[in-house]
Each structure stands twice: as C-alpha cells, then as structure tokens.
C-alpha cells in the first residue's frame, strides 16, 4: 500500500513562493485503483513524483508497503524505484531502440542478466498485447501501442506499485478505453496498486476504486467512489453526476438524492410521491455503473416548505438513501466541474450514508 502522510512541498522562496503540496495526507489501499484529480497547477503531479523520491518534500513523508521511500538515498532507493513502475503522459520511449530493446533498457536497469532481458521483454510485450511488434521502432506504432510499450517497461522489474501520470491524456477516446481497462486487468491480475492523476473524470469514473479531488496544493476531498458519491456536495460526485443548475421553483424545495449499490434499484422515489401524497417532479439524472456498481443521482423538485423537505429527507434515509437539500436561493447552482472554484452549495440536511 502506498501511504503519503502530511507531505508539504514548497518551490522558491518569499512572496515568490509557491506552495504545491501542503499537508497531504491519501492512503492507497493494497490492489486499489486510486485517482488524483484537479485542475492545473494543483499539485499532481509533484504529488505523484514524491511517491517514487523524484520530489523529496519539506516535511512529511511516504511509505510504499512498509519501506519510507522519503528516508532513502543512493542504492537502497534505486531498488526501490524497481518496485515502483511509472508511466508517462508521453511515453519516452527511445526513438532509435526498437520495441523489445526499449523493455529491455528497464531490465537492464535491474541487472537482469543480458541474456535472460530479451525473452523476458517478450513476455511483458505479450502481457500488454504486443510481442508482435517487439521489432518495430516506436515511430511505427500508434499512441496506444507506444503506451502499451510503455506499460511493459514499467512492468518489466516486477513492480508492486504503478504510477500514471496522465497516461491517457494524449489518446483518442478509444485508445483511452482500452489502455485504462488494460490498466485495471493488469492490476486485478498482478494484484498492482495503481496511483494515477488525471484531469478527466471519465479516467476515474471507468477505473478507479478511491480518488482524492485537489486544489492549491491541497486535498479537498477524497474516499472510494461509493463514499464520494453519497457524500453532500461532494465535488466529485457532482462532476461524476453531473444534474445541472438548482434553479428554484416557487413554492417547492430542491432535494439531490443519490445511490450507490442497492439502493439503485428500489423505487424510492415512487414509493416517496405515495407515502406523502406529494408529486415530485424530476429536475435531472444521471445513472452510471461505476466499479460494477450501479450508482446516481437525482435532482427533485419536492413541493412544499422546509418541513416537507425534512420529512422527505428522513424518509430516503429510512430507505438507506443519502440525500439533502440544495438552496438555489444561495448559490444557485452545484458546481459540476472538478475545476469549478467555488464549492457546491448549502444548506445540507444529511439523511443517511449508507455504510
Ligand atoms: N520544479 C518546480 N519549480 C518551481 N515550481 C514548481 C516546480 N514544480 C512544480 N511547481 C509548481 O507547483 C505547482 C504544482 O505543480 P504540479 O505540476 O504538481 O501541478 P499539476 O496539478 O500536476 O498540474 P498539471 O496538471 O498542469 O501538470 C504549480 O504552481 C507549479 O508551477
């Protein structure tokens, strides 16, 4: 598991200063697929690179599977990095090496033998799909294909860990599927743990079990998506689910009700509008599978005043059902982006996080 605890790093000096981690604290569980997004400039990426030492932070530190990578120099930490595989946004591959001999360079590294590396690369060629191409020079692959190759290499010291740093970002949609389930097979297979960052709530929502949102160099939320997803004014959530604007109707209170898991399929809300005799009206939805879990969210419109909304409230957590009250009145929207600057809206009344 990889365990980043308190870490804070500042680059420069006096009001130049810039803070890009400040506290940051995200535990990934062993096997987890964990995603970090946020806007530019968050901090990801030099989130990302404390894990393998290619940052070293002001104070804090990193743990990956019991050893402190941040107390490690010299050897001890170049073994480590074995343990430790990193895919590129780019893939920096050599451009003269051939497809085989660019996996090779990674077991070479290792002081894997001369004559074992070959064999060895086509066998990690073969798990990402491409020991046809083990003779062809990167130029002559696709993207996909040149991230394929890129995951070998990091695969080829026999890694614990995998680090993403935007693997996806330069691929068609497509390609972007088929890499991010080659990830997620690979890490079932290989009982990986998996740290990415990305800006695409697609790279989350197809793969990751936990993510954590970031912003000026802090964590503002972070849980496993099921948490996230029944967590009031997650930000998160609502990019996941994105139900557009609060906008108020007269005379009715605007209620945001979300699933996760079993709770998805009871006809919750139909079962509301007979137990209270009210007509709820449907304001937006959104409906996904997300880790094989059906989950969503739904934006009502509930006639009545702050009573009703209560007693409504109260209701779907008596059905295990998290939902709470939005007030357009205040800000008259939920963020539904991850870069959004404000933060979702008011006036909460948590019914019930199902457990
Ligand atoms: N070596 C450095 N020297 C000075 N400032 C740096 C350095 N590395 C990062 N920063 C600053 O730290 C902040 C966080 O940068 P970082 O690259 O970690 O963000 P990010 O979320 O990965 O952004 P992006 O998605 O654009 O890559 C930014 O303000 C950046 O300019």
Redesign the pocket.
């Known amino acids: 598991m990889i365990s980043i605890e308190h870490v804070s790093r500042r680059?420069?000096d006096g009001p130049d200063a810039?803070v890009?981690?400040d506290d940051v604290s995200i535990q990934v569980a062993r096997g987890q697929i964990f995603g970090v997004v946020?806007?530019?400039?968050?901090?990801?990426?030099?989130?990302?690179?404390t894990v393998n030492a290619l940052?070293r932070p002001d104070s804090g530190r990193v743990v990956v599977d019991g050893v402190e990578v941040t107390a490690l120099t010299g050897q001890a930490l170049r073994t480590e990095r074995h343990r430790i595989g990193m895919v590129f946004q780019h893939f920096n591959l050599v451009g003269n090496r051939t497809v085989a001999q660019n996996v090779e360079l990674a077991l070479e590294a290792t002081g894997t033998a001369k004559k074992d590396r070959r064999p060895k690369a086509l066998e990690m060629l073969d798990l990402v799909g491409l020991a046809h191409k083990a003779d062809d020079k990167p130029a002559q692959l696709s993207g996909g294909q040149r991230q394929r190759v890129g995951i070998a290499r990091a695969l080829a010291s026999g890694p614990d860990v995998l680090l993403s740093d935007?693997a996806t970002s330069a691929l068609d949609p497509e390609t972007t599927r088929q890499i991010l389930d080659l990830i997620q097979r690979l890490s079932r297979e290989l009982g990986l743990t998996v740290l990415l960052?990305t800006?695409e709530m697609d790279v989350v929502k197809r793969i990751c079990d936990a993510a954590a949102l970031?912003e000026d160099?802090r964590v503002i939320e972070q849980g496993t998506l099921e948490q996230l997803i029944t967590t009031p004014h997650s930000r998160v959530a609502a990019e996941l689910f994105p139900v557009g604007e609060a906008h108020g109707i007269p005379g009715h209170r605007i209620v945001d009700v979300t699933y996760a898991g079993l709770s998805a399929d009871r006809p919750v809300i139909a079962q509301l509008s007979r137990d209270f005799g009210l007509d709820v009206s449907i304001l937006g939805a959104a409906l996904e599978t997300i880790g094989g879990v059906q989950a969503g969210r739904t934006r009502l419109a509930i006639p009545g005043d702050e009573t009703t909304s209560r007693r409504v409230i109260d209701r779907l957590g008596d059905h295990g059902v998290t939902a709470w009250e939005v007030d357009p009145a205040t800000t008259g929207t939920i963020a539904t982006s991850a870069s959004a600057s404000t933060s979702a809206s008011t006036s909460t009344t948590k019914a019930e996080v199902p457990a």
């Open positions: 680059f420069g810039v890009a981690l946020g806007q530019s400039g968050a901090g990801k990426s030099t989130l990302l690179r940052e935007e960052i800006h970031m160099g």
